[in-house]
């Protein structure tokens, strides 16, 4: 679990400090991946989703805080929980938009 706890937290960091090369590392361009975004909008497939974090990196006037509420790990799969508060402000308004949850599934692949 603690080994599975510090991935997350790399991924997390990943995206916090807008470094698409190390976000890269937890998609695999084989396996059939899945981002779904606050709006509900599916973004599917590696390019899909590479596109739309190099596009959101690329962005500076965000932040985003995670807090990690609960995690499970076996030696095939990790879950994660997450409490998010993210700020944009490139919106109508300056206001943090509290995500309360966040779920983050992960396959294991030592390959």
Same mark, same amino acid.
């Given at each position: 679990?603690?080994? #599975?706890?510090?991935? !997350?937290?790399?991924? =997390?960091? *990943? =995206?916090?400090?807008?470094?698409? +090369?190390?976000?890269?590392? #937890? &998609?695999?361009?084989?396996?059939?991946? !899945?981002?779904?975004?606050?709006?509900?909008?599916?973004?599917?497939?590696?390019?899909? =989703?590479?596109?739309?974090?190099?596009?959101? #990196?690329?962005?500076?006037?965000?932040?985003?805080? $995670?807090?990690?509420?609960? &995690? #499970? *790990?076996?030696?095939? +799969?990790?879950? $994660?929980? &997450? @409490?998010?508060?993210?700020?944009? !402000?490139?919106? %109508?308004?300056?206001?943090?938009?509290? &995500? %309360?949850?966040?779920?983050?599934?992960?396959? !294991? @692949?030592?390959?």
């Amino acid at each position: 679990m603690e080994h #599975f706890e510090e991935i !997350i937290k790399l991924h =997390i960091k *990943s =995206i916090t400090e807008r470094n698409l +090369t190390t976000y890269l590392q #937890f &998609l695999h361009p084989s396996h059939n991946c !899945i981002v779904i975004l606050p709006n509900g909008r599916m973004i599917e497939g590696y390019d899909d =989703i590479l596109n739309l974090h190099k596009e959101w #990196f690329e962005d500076l006037d965000w932040s985003m805080d $995670a807090q990690i509420v609960d &995690l #499970f *790990s076996d030696e095939n +799969t990790g879950y $994660a929980l &997450l @409490d998010v508060i993210y700020h944009d !402000i490139g919106q %109508d308004y300056n206001a943090p938009i509290k &995500l %309360d949850r966040k779920i983050l599934d992960f396959k !294991i @692949d030592d390959g």
